[in-house]
Structure formats: C-alpha cells, structure tokens
C-alpha cells in the first residue's frame, strides 16, 4: 500500500464520517420496503434489470464542472485536496465561486470523442456528473439558473450530448447526482459548518425546490441507465421518496446504495480500494481515479501505472465486481492525454482477452498458487497469469475434466498434464503479457473446485514460514498483494482496521511441539504512528506482541522479533496475527510471520 493510496482510503472513510447526522445504516443502504421502489422485486426481476450492469464489469466515471476552472488553485495556492472539494476545503465564497462559470467555456467538448474513448478502452458504460457538491448544473435545469447554460457562454448541455452521444455508440449513459451537499443552494449540505451565510437554508426545502425536480428532470429528459448518489445522508421517508418519485416511469434504472433515506440501491460502492473478497452475492463497483483527483487539478500528474489500472480490472472481475474508472477533464473540455493513453492501452489489452473479463463469474479459488487471478464464463476457466512462474503454472483442487487450453490472445494451443495429486501443469505460452496472459481452460462442464486446506509444516530448519501467500484473510480491511515472485514477495497490505487480521492453519508433527519466539518481516511508512499487533493460537491470546516502528517506506522491509512466546502441542493448530492499536488508521505492510524454537 503506498501512502497516497492509504490517505485517499483514509479521506473517503472520514468523509463520509465527517457529515453531520450520517447514520452507519445510511452508508451501508439498510433496506426500508417502503422507500425503496426496487425493494419488492422478485429475483428474476432483479436479475433481469441488473444483466447489462454485471456483463459490463468496466465503465469510465467522468467528474466535470465548475471546479475544472481553479483546477486546483486558489489565490495562488494549491489545494491540498481533491480538484472538486476545493471550494468547500478553501471556503471560497459563494458568489466568488460562481463567478468561476464566466470563465468556463469548454470550446474543446466533444460528446463523440469521449464517448470513443471510452468505447476505445472497451468500456461499457459512462457515469458523470450531472451536478457535483457544488451546486453546478451541467445541463440546462429549469429549476434555477446555477446551470451551464444560464451562466456561461457555453450554451451547450453536456449532459443531453453525452446521452446522444453513448445511445449511438451502444454505451449506456448515467448521471451522477450529488443530492445531499450542495455548497451553492441555501438549505443543501455543507459537510461540517457553513462558511457563507448565502448557504444557510432549510434542507427540507432544499431536497424539495432543487434535489427532488432535478432528479426528476434528469430522469425523465435524459433516461439515464444509472443514478448514481453521492453522498448519502439521513432523508425522511418523505424526502427519499421525492428523490424517487420519477423512478416509475423508468423501472430498469440502476441506482448506488449512496442515496441515504434506507434506501438499499442495488450497488455496493468501494471507493479507490478493491475489498479482498468483493461482496459475495451482491452487486458491487469499486470506482476510483487515474491520479489522485476526480476533478481535474493541473498540478495531480500522479497517474497510475497501465499495468496496476488492468491489474485492478482483473482482480475486480475475479471478485464479481465492475471498476469504474474515472477521468477528469479540464475546462477547455479536454480529458488529460495521459489518461486517455492509459485508456487506449487498456483497451488495446482487453481487445484480444476481453473474453476473460466480461460476463464473466468470480474465481471459484480461494487461493491461486501463482500470481494472478481467474474469473469463469460457462465451462471455460479463465487464468489471468500476471506473472508466470518460474517453475511452471500448475493449478490444484479443479475437479471437472479438461477439454483443452489455449493462450487467449494468440490461440496457441497448450498442453495440460495432470499428476496423481490431480494437480495440473500447463505448458508455456509462446507469448508472454507482461501485464497478464491469460490462459482459457475449455471444461467438460461447469468449474467443480475443491481447495485443499493448506496446512503449513515447519521447514527443514524447524521454523514455521508463515507467509501473506497462505494467510486468510479476517475481515474485509486487509488484502494480500501479490508481489512479483508471489510467495517471497506477496505482503498483507491494506490493513486498515483493528477487526482485520489473517491467520494460517500450521500442523505440529511431535517432536516439533514446544515453545515458539516469533518474528515478521515488515514494512511501514515512515510517517506511521507505530501501531502493536499480537499473535493467537486457535482464538487465544498468546502474550507474544510487537510494536511496529517506522521503516523507510512501504516497501521497505525489515525483520521484527516480537517479544514473547507461544506453545505450539501436537496436532493442527491456527496462528491469527490481529492489531491491538493502529494509531495511524493503517498497521503495516507484512511479508511473512516466522516462528522460532
Ligand atoms: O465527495 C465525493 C468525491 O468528490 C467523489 O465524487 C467521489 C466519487 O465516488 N465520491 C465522494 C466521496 O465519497
């Protein structure tokens, strides 16, 4: 985990924390029949409505408005923030803030040409932004003037263009509604104290003369295929229901679980993280940003790597999910050519693998024995090799017959050879991806997969190596990442609650039994507060603890002798490694746990 992706983790938690009267339910969508239009759906309703959503698994999120003007910069000063917050993070005042519109003028938009690059990099959907926490309407709205076309010169409607645009192309088109805070209307949310008396007001009347007749506007002008609410908030039922209350004429419409109210949504919504297990069962999209801004800012030129934005895709999609990835263009109505290079490449890749992606089912493996991740389509298992090992690509547990394998991007056939363990060893594809090959295994029937437990024995030398490539995973705030190498290099990363941990099941031949002393290979941000983490044998607290001090980086890592010890007895045992304090809201990097006698 690098610190930048630890604070936007951190930001996005606090965000929504930091608003004022935000109930925990409202964030998670507790489900209310009576709000919720989609809530008495049958299944096979649901499953109907929501086909397009879950084929798509890759859309292009678009962040646009007014905040593309200062991009970042007010009086001379960089924001530290996100390019869209910088009005409430500057307290720039209300009317200051709106003159930003006299110099927006997008001469560059062209609805064709992002809906082509969107389509380019093999995406199936746009999300953007109809009105964001500003206030701006980047459609001509008939409920005030605050809009595009009443005040700039730009008598254009982005959003009416992009809709024309994508329903040509074959794209769905969604909007992206902010209909909590609004910074510029009296009465909308402000996410902590008002700085403008121009911005005191009823909510009530907020949600009722703008919230509720924009959102109507939108759907009955437009017929987006998706809503997507930002942020959630506490709405009485009555209020929920004006939010909905155009939705009958548009029963296929998707929409987020972010609208508050008990309002379930139909989708989960991680934000700039991918959760280790996904959401089984449920519908989920992790959005996230190409930089560090969803609003475009001149001086974010943090841009991920192609490689770690596929890579994301990938694993999104062996957990079931879509990856919404954003772009922010400026206010010339230019998207940043480096993204738009990122997304032609991942285009390019997903032109000859896409099979591997789309419509496809989660990985029926717990654990993968290389580096890399598999997703399922019928009878064929998709392997998405991003390294390939060194001593072959062998696959355990799959119970169902093998028909053939072949390298999806160049259709070279491979040879599969299955030992008496029932392990398989694929041959090598002539032509390696650098970023992932993928290997399509054709089946006699559906993917059968029984895991066998990994039971970790003690190493030639009698110590236990305890490495992130074994571990489980407890809870859903902390992830193995896979290293290059996998086993040496994989680290438990992303560790960002005190319920998370991960634990191994060792096996104690006799003779091995006694009393353990405990090291771990680690690395931390310097700029961490040290937080202690404690080991447990089958649920027990074993007195072993250590503090974990600062390393150089993240990816600095050193060895930790945790002081204290543990009795291992014969028999099978589960070592759980679990933070006691975090300080820092994130614990470490963790390579591996060794266990000494
Ligand atoms: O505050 C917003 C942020 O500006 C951005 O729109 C993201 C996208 O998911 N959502 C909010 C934070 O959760």
Excluded at 63 to 72: E, Q
Excluded at 183 to 195: M, N, V
Excluded at 319 to 330: M, T
Excluded at 569 to 586: D, E, L, Q
Aim: net charge neutral; aromatic share 8%.
């Amino acid at each position: 985990m690098t610190p930048k992706a630890l604070t936007l983790l951190i930001a996005a938690g606090l965000l929504a924390a930091a608003l004022p009267g935000k109930p925990a339910a409202a964030q998670t969508g507790a489900a209310s029949a009576s709000v919720d239009p989609h809530a008495n759906e049958t299944k096979a309703q649901r499953d109907a409505r929501m086909k397009w959503w879950r084929e798509a698994r890759f859309g292009m999120f678009i962040h646009w408005g007014l905040y593309a003007v200062p991009a970042g910069v007010y009086k001379g000063q960089n924001t530290g923030g996100l390019g869209e917050w910088i009005m409430r993070d500057d307290k720039i005042p209300v009317g200051y803030y709106a003159d930003y519109a006299k110099q927006f003028d997008p001469e560059q938009f062209n609805a064709t040409e992002w809906v082509s690059y969107a389509k380019t990099a093999g995406m199936k959907y746009i999300v953007m932004t109809a009105k964001h926490h500003e206030g701006f309407a980047m459609y001509p709205t008939k409920v005030d003037d605050f809009n595009i076309n009443a005040q700039t010169n730009f008598k254009r409607d982005p959003i009416g263009e992009m809709a024309a645009a994508c329903k040509k192309a074959g794209i769905k088109f969604g909007v992206y509604y902010s209909q909590n805070l609004d910074w510029h209307h009296p009465g909308g949310g402000t996410a902590g104290p008002a700085w403008d008396p121009a911005q005191k007001g009823s909510y009530d009347e907020y949600i009722k003369n703008v919230s509720a007749p924009q959102v109507k506007e939108l759907v009955t002008r437009y017929h987006p295929a998706v809503i997507w609410w930002d942020i959630p908030s506490d709405l009485t039922p009555d209020q929920a229901r004006a939010l909905t209350s155009a939705f009958s004429s548009d029963p296929e419409l998707i929409y987020n679980n972010r609208m508050g109210g008990g309002v379930a949504g139909d989708t989960e919504t991680p934000e700039q993280h991918i959760p280790p297990k996904g959401f089984p069962g449920k519908d989920w999209e992790t959005c996230m940003t190409i930089n560090d801004t969803w609003g475009f800012k001149t001086n974010d030129t943090n841009f991920k790597p192609m490689e770690l934005l596929l890579r994301n895709l990938i694993d999104i999609a062996s957990k079931g999910g879509n990856y919404l990835l954003n772009v922010g263009p400026d206010a010339h109505g230019v998207i940043p050519s480096p993204e738009v290079d990122r997304l032609k490449e991942m285009g390019a890749w997903l032109k000859t693998n896409g099979q591997s992606i789309y419509a496809t089912t989660p990985s029926p493996y717990q654990r993968l024995p290389f580096n890399g991740r598999a997703t399922v389509k019928g009878n064929t298992i998709y392997l998405n090799v991003f390294t390939w090992p060194e001593n072959g690509l062998r696959l355990a547990g799959l119970q169902t017959k093998v028909k053939g394998a072949k390298a999806l991007a160049t259709g070279q056939k491979l040879t599969v050879t299955k030992a008496a363990d029932g392990t398989l060893s694929i041959s090598k594809p002539s032509a390696i991806d650098s970023i992932s090959t993928v290997i399509a295994l054709d089946l006699t029937g559906a993917p059968v997969v029984t895991e066998a437990e990994v039971l970790i024995a003690p190493q030639t030398d009698g110590t236990y190596a305890l490495n992130a490539s074994d571990s489980t995973v407890v809870g859903n705030n902390i992830q193995v990442e896979h290293g290059d190498d996998n086993g040496a290099n994989a680290n438990l990363g992303y560790w960002t609650s005190l319920s998370a941990g991960a634990e191994w099941k060792v096996t104690v031949p006799a003779g091995a039994d006694g009393v353990y002393t405990a090291k771990i290979d680690y690395a931390v941000d310097p700029g961490s507060a040290d937080s202690i983490v404690t080991l447990q044998v089958d649920g027990a607290d074993t007195g072993i603890t250590g503090t974990i001090v600062k390393t150089g980086s993240w990816e600095d890592y050193q060895t930790l002798a945790l002081t204290g010890t543990l009795t291992l007895t014969p028999g099978a045992h589960t070592i759980k490694i679990i933070p006691k304090s975090m300080p820092n809201g994130a614990v470490m990097n963790l390579r591996r746990v060794t266990l000494v006698r």
